[in-house]
């Protein structure tokens, strides 16, 4: 694709890479490290590193074909007030209408800010005005303001990968309106699904007094702002392409002898609070309760890489769900049957799309999650002639386009276990038809054009807009 650039790309994530496909990448890296590797640029971030105040003055960069990746080290109170304090005990279960999860403190939320303004002050230097400039994500509410501060004039945009709350709930974060008016630093500002851009908008106008204009902008205050829906989407063809790998190949061979003709069941999840893998379980649990046939004759296999594993929320999720599933499976084994399997270990892409392409159904039924890309990695790694089917959660971002997926409310218990019994006894006509319809989406909304969506809006949007004095 030929495309009009005037400046580099600048991005600006907490976590920096891979920009290999083997890595064992979460979604906002997956759909990135895409990006820069057509276009090329500057990507910038932490470095995944902590060391004493004072030493942290050098930035480390590597550069890969056209792009740089250019990280610096945050401090150890650094580490915990803004990534593990305001980012994933505030913000995370906030977003995710957790309020029951959140624990707010003056401490993190001044390391948050001072972070923000840290890495603003670093990044300055690193930028013309020329360049484009875009922020993701909820670790870097504030950067924007900041690098504005520090006297960056060009375009300056922000993704949010996960939900934005609805006013309701956002309302409960001591500092909201601070946080929402510093977004409005940003020219562009791009969300997953039209639900979160109206909690957003939501909030501008009932609390912040704003405006709605043409097209997607709102005025605030005088300051003009576009807020736009980008879902972000996959490489399709490149997952694709990995499903028939050789390695993913020994992997789908291997789920395949294990299940020794039982059908497959498979979940795929960073272990969180947010993805419903306690309810899912009991979902499952319900199954072989209400449709015993099922029992010795299916296998649920949950890979739950940890993640934040220092946090209690983190912690207390673990213990519940190892006892849950230890419970089931005391409950329901026989000496040549084993129901339930969870791994904590991660792995490669390509072993992944070989695991998914052994399932016959896949659940992806998180409470609350922004896009949700395994969702779509599962579509894509099907075998069309004899695909698998999705089970996909109404509160992930993912059910706006995969709507031909089985659609549950991953709190019904009943529900879930309704679909999982479908699932497995879908025609093959039904299952190719749904599959059919669903890569259709996969493959046109790719990480490529989700990419290059926002990059095209933020192109042609007006830095720094503002309504003429008069207006
Ligand atoms: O997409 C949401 C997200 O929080 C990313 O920002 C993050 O890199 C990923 O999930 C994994 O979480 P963490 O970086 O905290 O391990």
Request: net charge negative; hydrophobic share 40%; with cysteine.
């Amino acid at each position: 694709m030929t495309h009009h650039q005037k400046g580099r790309l600048v991005v600006v994530s907490n976590r920096v890479g891979p920009l290999t496909d083997e890595g064992k990448a979460g979604g906002l890296a997956v759909g990135l490290a895409d990006a820069l590797k057509r276009r090329g640029g500057l990507w910038f971030g932490w470095s995944g590193e902590t060391s004493e105040e004072g030493t942290f003055s050098e930035e480390k960069t590597e550069v890969f074909g056209g792009t740089a990746m250019t990280t610096i080290d945050m401090t150890e109170e650094e580490l915990e007030g803004f990534y593990h304090g305001y980012a994933n005990r505030s913000l995370w279960p906030l977003l995710h209408y957790r309020l029951d999860l959140v624990q707010f403190d003056r401490q993190s939320d001044r390391v948050y800010r001072s972070v923000n303004q840290r890495f603003a002050a670093r990044l300055a230097p690193l930028v013309t005005d020329d360049d484009l400039v875009w922020v993701h994500d909820y670790h870097f509410f504030y950067l924007g303001s900041d690098l504005r501060r520090c006297g960056y004039k060009g375009r300056l945009g922000f993704f949010l990968h996960i939900p934005f709350a609805s006013p309701e709930i956002f309302m409960a974060l001591p500092g909201a309106h601070d946080l929402v008016h510093s977004m409005l630093a940003y020219d562009l500002i791009g969300f997953q699904t039209r639900q979160d851009r109206r909690n957003f908008v939501n909030f501008c106008i009932h609390e912040l007094g704003g405006h709605k204009l043409p097209g997607d902008r709102i005025e605030v205050g005088g300051r003009i702002v576009q807020a736009s829906v980008f879902p972000i989407g996959i490489d399709a063809e490149g997952f694709a392409r990995f499903a028939v790998s050789p390695e993913a190949g020994e992997h789908e061979e291997m789920l395949r002898d294990l299940a020794r003709g039982r059908l497959q069941i498979v979940g795929v999840d960073r272990l969180d609070y947010s993805k419903g893998l306690v309810e899912r379980l009991l979902g499952f649990e319900r199954l072989l309760e209400d449709f015993p046939d099922n029992r010795g004759g299916v296998n649920f296999l949950q890979i739950a890489p940890l993640s934040r594993s220092e946090l209690d929320a983190y912690i207390d999720l673990r213990a519940e769900l190892e006892g849950l599933a230890g419970r089931l499976n005391g409950r329901f084994a026989t000496l040549d049957w084993t129901p339930i399997q969870i791994m904590t270990t991660g792995f490669t892409r390509r072993a992944l799309a070989g695991i998914y392409r052994a399932a016959r159904v896949c659940m992806v039924t998180p409470l609350r999650d922004g896009m949700n890309l395994v969702a779509k990695e599962f579509v894509a790694a099907q075998d069309p002639t004899d695909p698998g089917v999705l089970i996909l959660s109404r509160f992930a971002g993912a059910r706006a386009e995969l709507m031909d997926a089985l659609i549950v409310n991953p709190y019904a218990t009943d529900e879930v276990a309704r679909a999982l019994q479908r699932a497995l006894t879908m025609p093959l006509a039904e299952r190719q038809e749904r599959h059919q319809a669903m890569r259709e989406k996969v493959f046109h909304g790719t990480a490529a054009h989700w990419c290059e969506s926002f990059l095209t809006a933020l192109e042609s949007a007006e830095p720094e807009a503002r309504l003429p004095a008069d207006a």
